[in-house]
Nanobody, 111 residues
Framework: QVQLVESGGGLVQAGGSLRLSCVAS????????MGWYRQAPGKQRELVAI???????NYAESVKGRFTISRDNAKKTVYLQMNSLKPEDTAVYYC?????WGQGTQVTVSS
């Protein structure tokens, strides 16, 4: 069994920053791709960013240049640094790895 636990969400004004963290625990031999998705009210869950074990990254067009994904393999942790936040970034952010999902953390950006 694998658990993913996110933290770092909250309420921030437009233009502000937040850093999300996600720690994986359980029976894990190795984790290849880790990533972040988000789901806004009334919308489908969408990819935000993913990162491979070697550090290769991929971002949604809407967050390129503002968000940075990184990971610490030894700590089985993935991070999402979010800068220049916009109201349209408001959503529940989910961590994913090995087909497992975290419970989500709310990010709210006020205008």
């Amino acid at each position: 069994q694998v658990q993913l636990v996110e933290s770092g969400g909250g309420l921030v004004q437009a233009g502000g920053s937040l850093r999300l963290s996600c720690v994986a625990s359980g029976t894990i031999l190795s984790i290849n791709v880790m990533g972040w998705y988000r789901q806004a009210p009334g919308k489908q869950r969408e990819l935000v960013a993913i990162i491979s074990t070697g550090g290769s990254t991929n971002y949604a067009e809407s967050v390129k240049g503002r968000f940075t994904i990184s990971r610490d393999n030894a700590k089985k942790t993935v991070y999402l640094q979010m800068n220049s936040l916009k109201p349209e970034d408001t959503a529940v952010y989910y961590c994913t790895a090995m087909s497992y999902w975290g419970q989500g953390t709310q990010v709210t950006v006020s205008s």
